[in-house]
């Protein structure tokens, strides 16, 4: 395995039966979009994944979107998925490159070493030709003790800091005009603008309109607004496509960038926490 955090659809290919490799299904639906992620895994799904529940797999403690849950709970629910620390875990999902890397981040910050995603994921998959299975694959259940990478989360206060210290930079992966307070928040009861000082790139701008994440060389064009050799926290809508952001950063060796977990939805919703609107 290399440095870089993916892998192709043909190395997997080539490894879909080894012992050591598990396979994982980590589709969310769209924002605004309906239906479940395990309806779409029950569907049609890599042969041998088994689905990773973003929303279950989550704090219940909050009302925040699928925040981190306890590593208690995720050393319980990665263990009844059969992900065991010594696998070689592939996330995939099932819209190219979306909600696989917040799994591939979790994963991470929940201690598991051998962690990648999927280049073009499922849609990559299919568009190849490779085969699909359909219904549920019962996982083999394994021993996961709880252990927590602290280092690579931030919560509220922590970005609090960074944006009065300047110590890190705040890279938000909203859209440009959700950034700005032009396009409404899909969730309703969020205020629209962006954190004061933060800095945006959509994370769409990190992919290639198949899915796939843009190259090493690509994606320096994509981050040249960003100092690349600075302390950088991600943030988004709930901590999903900041993740994209890591995952992007960590294909130019940054596998140190902290995700801000409640992200927007947190900041947004609240009173206390400043909001500016336009550029």
């Known amino acids: 395995m290399s440095s870089d955090p993916l892998v192709s659809t043909a190395w997997l290919s ?65 263990g009844a998925l059969g992900l065991g620390r010594d696998a070689t875990v592939v996330v995939y999902d099932a819209h190219g490159i979306y909600s696989a890397p917040r799994v591939w981040w979790t994963l991470r910050v929940m201690g598991f070493p051998n962690v990648f995603v999927l280049d073009g994921g499922l849609k990559r998959w299919r568009a190849e030709g490779r085969p699909v299975a359909t219904g549920e694959t019962p996982p083999k259940p394994a021993t996961v003790a709880a252990e927590m990478d602290g280092a690579l989360v931030a919560d509220l206060a922590q970005v609090q800091a960074v944006l009065a210290n300047g110590s890190a930079q705040v890279v938000d992966a909203r859209s440009a005009g959700r950034f700005r307070g032009e396009a409404p928040e899909p969730r309703t009861s969020l205020r629209s603008g962006h954190m004061p000082g933060a800095l945006n790139l959509p994370f769409d701008a ?10 090493a060389e690509a994606l320096r064009v994509a981050f040249d607004h960003i100092d690349l050799a600075r302390p950088i926290v991600t943030s988004c809508g709930s901590g999903v496509t900041a993740s994209v952001l890591a995952l992007a950063l960590a294909r130019l060796g940054r596998f140190d960038v902290v995700v801000y977990d409640g992200s927007w939805t947190e900041w947004g919703g609240r009173s206390d926490t400043a909001v500016v609107t336009g550029a």
Do not use: C, W
Not at 16 to 42: E, F, K, M, N
Not at 206 to 215: A, H, I, M, R, Y
């Open 14 to 78: 080539e490894h879909l039966r080894d012992p050591g490799v598990r396979i994982v299904d980590a589709t969310l639906p769209l924002v605004g979009q309906s239906g479940h992620g395990r309806d779409s895994y029950l569907a049609g799904h890599i042969p041998g994944a088994v689905f990773f529940d973003i929303n279950a797999i989550a704090d219940p403690e909050t009302d925040l979107p699928h925040m981190l849950p306890t590593p208690e709970a995720f050393a319980a629910a990665a």
């Open 206 to 215: 990190v992919l290639n309109p198949d899915g796939t994440l843009k190259s």
